[in-house]
């Protein structure tokens, strides 16, 4: 089992920055790539960012150039550094980690970011 815990979330004007954590523990050995995603009010929820165990990583077209994730093995944590924020960007953030060898997704509970204008 893994389990995620997400941190970082707030609430910051147009324009500002944000870091958000995802903290892995468990079997983190299993885990082969970790995703972050969002859900606004009324929306579905949408993959963000992600990065797989070599480190490829891929973005959602309206974060590119804004959002960028980076993996930190021996801390176990996960991180999506979020620039130039928007109203648009306002959602709850999930992390999700993905083990193909267990056949398994993780979610943790969400941090909340609202941008205002």
């Known amino acids: 089992q893994v389990q995620l815990v997400e941190s970082g979330g707030g609430s910051v004007q147009a324009g500002r920055s944000l870091r958000l954590s995802c903290a892995a523990s468990?079997?983190?050995?299993?885990?082969?790539?970790i995703g972050w995603y969002r859900q606004a009010p009324g929306k579905q929820r949408e993959l963000v960012a992600g990065?797989?165990?070599?480190?490829?990583?891929k973005y959602a077209d309206s974060v590119k150039g804004r959002f960028t994730i980076a993996r930190d093995h021996a801390k176990n944590t996960v991180y999506l550094q979020m620039n130039s924020l928007k109203p648009e960007d306002t959602a709850v953030y999930y992390c999700?980690?993905?083990?193909?060898?267990?056949?398994?997704?993780?979610w943790g509970k969400g941090t909340l970011v609202t941008v205002s204008s």
């Open positions: 999700k980690a993905t083990s193909y060898d267990y056949g398994m997704d993780y």
């Open positions: 468990g079997t983190t050995f299993s885990i082969n790539a």
């Open positions: 990065i797989a165990d070599g480190g490829s990583t």
